[in-house]
C-alpha cells in the first residue's frame, strides 16, 4: 500500500488576504495543485494574495510558469500578489536568472499583511 503524496499547496483565508502556502518540492507533476490555487484566490477575490515560499526544498521551470501566471491574473484583476519569505536560495537563483525578481513584490514575512 502506498502512502497518499502530500500536499504541497496549503491555503489560507484572511480578512483582506488570501495565502497561498508551498511545501517541499515542487515540479512538473505538482500543476494541477497550483492552477487549482490560483482559481480559488480568484475566486474569493481578496485585494491582496501573498505565496509564502519560505518553505520551498526545490524549485524549477514549473514554479517560475506557475508564479508569473499567478502574477499575470492578479494583475488582470486589479490585485496585489506579494511573495513572502525569506525566499529560499533555489526560488531567488530562479527568479534572480530569469529576470523575473523584478515583476514580484517580495516581504520577509507575512505578520503585517494577515495580522
Known amino acids: 500500500m502506498h502512502a497518499a503524496p502530500e500536499q504541497k499547496v496549503h491555503l489560507t483565508r484572511h480578512e483582506q488576504v488570501f495565502v497561498i502556502t508551498v511545501r517541499g518540492e515542487t515540479d512538473h507533476d505538482d500543476t494541477e495543485e497550483f492552477e487549482a490555487a490560483w482559481d480559488a484566490a480568484d475566486q474569493a477575490?481578496?485585494?491582496?494574495t501573498a505565496i509564502d515560499l519560505s518553505q520551498v526544498t526545490f524549485a524549477d521551470s514549473m514554479l517560475l510558469n506557475a508564479l508569473l501566471d499567478a502574477r499575470r491574473r492578479h494583475v488582470s484583476g486589479g490585485r496585489q500578489l506579494v511573495l513572502l519569505g525569506p525566499l529560499p536560495a533555489s526560488v531567488s537563483r530562479l527568479l534572480?536568472?530569469?529576470g523575473a525578481i523584478s515583476h514580484f513584490t517580495i516581504a520577509d514575512t507575512g505578520s503585517s499583511l494577515t495580522g
Not at 477575490?45 to 491582496?48: D, F, I, N, R
Open 45 to 48: 477575490a481578496l485585494p491582496t
Open 96 to 98: 534572480t536568472l530569469s
